[in-house]
């Protein structure tokens, strides 16, 4: 270990210091010009191109706060995808957002080999989003009479929801107790939201219900006791759902591998069944290679809540030589947060990109996330085969930066 | 569960399709409009504010494959943040890219309080980034003929580094065994970028070498067995370092958390051992709220990686009341993946807003990590105290988009 | 690393040794003396204590295969442990098989105090038991199309079980889909028997009626796909139930801390704060001291299957100082694999032991777990009262072994 | 869920129950009829079987306190298991103490396949057990002025374990920081016993040395923050070391498999993968089938610290077909807590039980680490067997109870 920690100063808190970044949720250019100023004056910095944008203010209302500008993501294309879906059916152009060379390519390499084996299948299992409060009693004989009177109770809390939003459904509630701890998941159906504020109020409305008629009042309770894996990968999400659970498969004949791919069924297996051990080894949550990647870039692209990337991006991939040479390949990603309304998805960029893909609005966010575990799986394809045969240096090597080493 | 599958049609692939998407990694006008033709024709949509940009094209060269334009990402600014670090000293301004309500009201709330109290101690504990290849051997006997071999050659590795990157330095080997498979994990210190190229390609070099080298050859071997734990949350890297480990402390006084904060410290103390409980029983590798919030926010918005939030998104938080009535709070964020040259770095908003930070180029990785995991805790701090005191699902009415119930 | 392998002899393997242990599942004098002889003539040693019992044989049919004699562990008393729960409520007396010095003495340290503070409530809150076969199918279609089935056919399920045993009964089914891959798991209810032998049987007869009358076959299928948590800590069993599910909690009063457990309320708080700061670090699942101390030394005595220890100490251990002074403790065990029934229960010592506590054969389950937990309790305040006051090493001193420093 | 709770009868603490066990760390037959008549009048009960052994009290002394008698264990015999390791070299006979009908003869089983295929090759790889003192200062300002000290003396504390053990040598620290606590890990090597007590007292004799000395004292310490996986599964140990880390090695012909296992390589090679995937999905830590069963039965015969078994099941389990149609198989177990001295090893029958492994006193820990690494690859071979070729339920109604169903 290094050397910790240099002397630190002596400070004062300043007044003007203390409140002066001049904070607003009004988004106008007043405000971005007051910030600008202000920012410029402590920094000596100066931001043009940030703020620099044609970008229609009043669509982002309720998106953000102390605005100052727009930040500019880079943006590529891969596909046609190919899926057959429940929802998803066709072939659909994929826009990912991101700054990493070789990322873009590397999906598109997997989703052209997809595309020659005639499409991936991709099925949405279960939906399903959660808000998990938690109610702390004197001890568990108050808790075990909470219980009683909640499980008579619980039929009637499907009006509650619906009194409080439009598109939420109530469809599971269960039940933890760690000693004098009650947490009651509640799992709700948000049509294309991806619905965490909806759940948040729905089950706000509940438990204010509850704490008011309840006959043994808690002596704390939590609208959220951070058992929903909101923002991380856990393990209760990943065998449960969190979003929409998905799986997607591929059978690639061996000519398709060699040609596309540049490798043998029989070394992506073998690289599959190595790494597998190797990610066993690393004590991940589920196993996979890389759905970060190509979930962060279509969530930046589309709107989406790009922090959920964290809970998201686990799963299991799988891959296995065929008797007949041909390589079988699945991924199954049970977390999956997306939405096609609410949130960013009405930006102007991201519903452009939205629609690139035919998902925009009511009615698809099935759809999309069929084409999110289509993605993911030709990405682990792409990536896999590079690593079997050895070309994930060069690879990176000719797309990547060139000044960096 | 719901139908499974509805019956999928029959399909042909169409050579013209399955090549059709004009791949390229040029970037060019040219190459934007015939993309945009493309998908014009194949969608029925168009993209007029995804492609109008006037980006300066010459500067995505590496960033970027099949581009067709500039993804708008709302980017709001929260601070001063006062860090008191090893690298980062003073008050920072903090650029965050999000579409999420009421997020940067959040952080910027945290951050004040901070500011109030005097600041927050931020320490770089730990740097190191690793690329793990893997080793399979006819059995253990020919495994450890190798492993002795390698164990003499291990000092004449650092030249070959020396070689290959004028940045990276070995710092470490660490190697596994698991029955014929080994795992040599090669840890690497990567100065102000994040390095996940530069270790693949100063890895790759060692391998070969090895490879050419050794008198007992493997059967195969792979550059990276899934063990690092890229672009994913492990338990090995949470206990280790990957990228930089950082811990932050601040304690805040009765008044502060009351005024600003808007609760108790006894509620904070209350919430998180509360929460910790929940987030043991969701199976989470470490123990925090929201990291992937904050985090995901700056790396958009500063040209980082963002699917590296995968595994930056973990660790630990701490709140405890002190007997005087204060809060004590901490955390401890051991994979921070975050470099301030190479990747997006450059790219125009993420300059400015890496500049914002006084965090643009060489010398600034440390400091950026440390105001980081001072983001960070502002962002446990405030959103702990909503909870406590119940005001989570008010903030996101107030701050949120209204129309999505 | 040290140097890994000495070069191994050239070896032949003879017939005569390669058959000559002579193998039997009777159990006999006759038998053992075969053993016996055998294991002399090859090892030169003799096992005069071993094989020297006046155990009844006949006994242990069904316990044991080669048998050659009986194992002779320590075995210690503990209590009263005062219990109120759903089935056990009254003063127990625990029996507890270690060589383990110092271990009794804290169990029973642990179970004063709490008998001081007037009894623990422990409640078993569920009971479930699973057999988890895994069907493996060409593809998603094929998969879903026997899903259909399944789902039609499920209610018929209960009859194959009637059929093939009187105790166990189908409680819950849940479905987990990877890919191709289809897994079932079956939960059952199984009376007093901890089961897993009752649960494979009746799934056994499960699923080769399906296998019979599906309309389409799995290409594979195998009655257990090692995802039910048998012999091993999940995450999974953790977050549901396997064997039974207890939780158990107590109130000490600061004087019985103060006089009982030589510490302070504040002092237990405080480590268990920090501790599980610990274990978290770790890398556990759930987060407890150590479970495995009580429960094994309780599963040797008592006839059980020790093995599941692996499983079954696993859980949260919480502990929160009071205003009053006075100390918070609970734990929940949700993987208690334990019966009254079968098993080793029978044997002579086990069933003396299970009479002991009042829990020898039928109907007595619920009450054995519910004690078992209390054990637990009063054994993690033990251990956390002597790590918090630095009794730990003292007391390791006192009763263990002298002279192994 | 069920009721939870039947209404608990007020009671009173009666002077005499509370201390009337009388409590002794003395072991003799007045100690246990005093302990007899105390039992038998409060339970009505009488404990003949268990009170009735000749075993010479004497020996117990440190290994148990309030000893009542003898809890008896069947004991079978596998072998001869053959192995080619390090220390082990030759046929083994492996004594395994359970109740568990099918669980010798499987073991026995695949130790017979084994030694057809010429043995199996079992290396030790590394040993070190730790004690993970935790401490707490007001901040990291203190926190780093004393690691800053502590990495000054750390040289010194060699001479503290030397003049406190004769057998520990201090092998390795390690450093965690999470905000103000500092855990420091003392890794030992403690010769052939497994070493838990001696590495407690050494680290307790470093830490008075530290407290005494150190110019910045922490506000808090603890001899062990519960880091250390002590008596639990835990990543941290899965990926270093705790105890002994072995890995073993076996390759099957087709025709061992075959005859002996009564499948085949492939459907061993297709159980595998598709249970690996099943072990994934459950959330375990490594990859295993039951190493817990033959582990257990082994610690209780010979004299182990059983409950170890909670970290001990623990590893990494392999299957693979080789193109020749051979099975190649391995078994990781990197917290084998063992010892041929010390803890219960000189009890009666876990001494000669231990003679019969040739594995009894100083010298021969690293050989009987070796012996259960190949036992539990004899384990897993058989079940994975019996799974993959429908055999499972067929030897559990064969050599298990038939009363139970």
Not at 278 to 293: P, T, W
Not at 382 to 402: C, D, E, N, P, V
Request: charged letters at 20%; a neutral charge.
């Amino acid at each position: 270990m290094k050397t910790l920690l240099k002397k630190t100063e002596a400070y004062d808190v300043h007044t003007e210091d203390a409140c002066a970044l001049p904070f607003s949720s009004e988004i106008s250019q007043t405000e971005i010009a007051k910030l600008c100023d202000y920012l410029t004056k402590k920094t000596n910095k100066q931001f043009p191109i940030l703020t620099d944008s044609n970008i229609n203010l009043s669509l982002l209302n309720g998106n953000i706060e102390n605005f100052i500008g727009i930040s500019q993501i880079p943006t590529g294309v891969i596909g046609p995808l190919k899926v057959h879906g429940t929802a998803a059916n066709g072939a659909y152009y994929v826009p990912l957002a991101t700054s990493e060379g070789a990322l873009v390519a590397s999906y598109h390499r997997g989703a052209r080999a997809c595309l020659l084996a005639g499409g991936i299948t991709s099925i949405c299992l279960k939906e399903g989003i959660q808000r998990s409060p938690v109610f702390k009693f004197e001890n568990l004989n108050d808790l075990s009479l909470f219980i009683s009177w909640f499980l008579a109770k619980k039929e009637s809390l499907h009006d509650i929801v619906k009194n409080t939003s439009r598109f939420a459904k109530l469809t599971d509630t269960k039940i933890q107790i760690e000693g004098n701890h009650l947490t009651i998941s509640f799992e709700y159906f948000t049509a294309d939201a991806s619905g965490q504020n909806m759940v948040t109020i729905c089950t706000d409305a509940i438990c204010r219900f509850m704490i008011d008629q309840c006959p043994v009042k808690p002596s704390h309770w939590f609208i959220e006791g951070n058992s929903s894996g909101d923002k991380k990968a856990t393990a209760y999400s990943f065998n449960n759902v969190r979003g929409k659970k998905v799986t997607a498969e591929i059978e690639l004949s061996a000519k398709i591998v060699s040609e596309v791919l540049k490798t043998s069924s029989a070394l992506m297996d073998r690289y599959w069944r190595t790494s597998t051990m190797g990610v066993i080894q690393s004590g991940a949550i589920g196993a996979q290679g890389h759905y970060a990647n190509g979930l962060t870039a279509l969530f930046i692209a589309t709107g989406q809540d790009v922090a959920c990337v964290a809970e998201a991006a686990t799963g299991i991939t799988r891959m296995e030589l065929n008797s007949n040479g041909s390589l079988y390949a699945c991924v199954t990603l049970p977390n999956l947060i997306v939405g096609t309304v609410g949130g960013g998805t009405n930006l102007p960029t991201q519903r452009e990109c939205l629609d690139m893909m035919d998902c925009y609005g009511e009615g698809n966010s099935i759809k999309y996330a069929e084409i999110a575990a289509a993605l993911v799986l030709a990405g682990e394809l792409s990536i896999a085969a590079a690593l079997s045969a050895g070309q994930f240096t060069q690879a990176h090597q000719k797309f990547g930066r060139k000044k960096s080493l």
